[in-house]
């Protein structure tokens, strides 16, 4: 039973890695600069410390992105209509991918330059 657990808890997250690909323009755009710099992580860090850190800052962004995304959906599955409860949820939650986008080059720099 437990197996069978995990195996389904795994199929829904490759199903919603699947659908942030094919539908968030973001995550995409997120994920193709994640890719560019990863392997330049793994080559400029020296040690795994650093790489840790480099590649962790990339995965923040990705994970904030979905999670941003999450929100968003819920947001417009109760309501389609405006309102200030829901644009404030979707600010703060663009707030959230903003902040973890701006960690990293803050990141790379302390690392990169210390």
Same mark, same amino acid.
């Given at each position: 039973? !437990?197996?069978?657990?995990?195996w389904n !808890?795994?199929?829904y997250s490759i199903s919603g890695l699947k659908d942030a690909i094919k539908t968030q323009t973001a995550f995409r755009i997120e994920l193709a600069l994640g890719l560019?710099?990863?392997?330049?992580?793994?080559i400029l860090g020296q040690n795994g410390i650093e790489r840790t850190f480099l590649i962790g800052s990339l995965m923040i962004v990705l994970i904030v992105e979905l999670i941003n995304s999450s929100i968003e959906a819920a947001i417009d599955r109760i309501s389609l209509e405006r309102h200030e409860l829901s644009?404030?949820?979707?600010?703060l939650a663009? !707030?959230?991918v903003f902040l973890s986008l701006v960690n990293v080059p803050i990141v790379w720099l302390l690392i990169l330059f210390q």
């Open positions: 039973m !437990a197996i069978k657990r995990v !808890a795994f199929s560019v710099l990863f392997p330049l992580a793994l644009r404030k949820s979707k600010d663009s !707030a959230a």
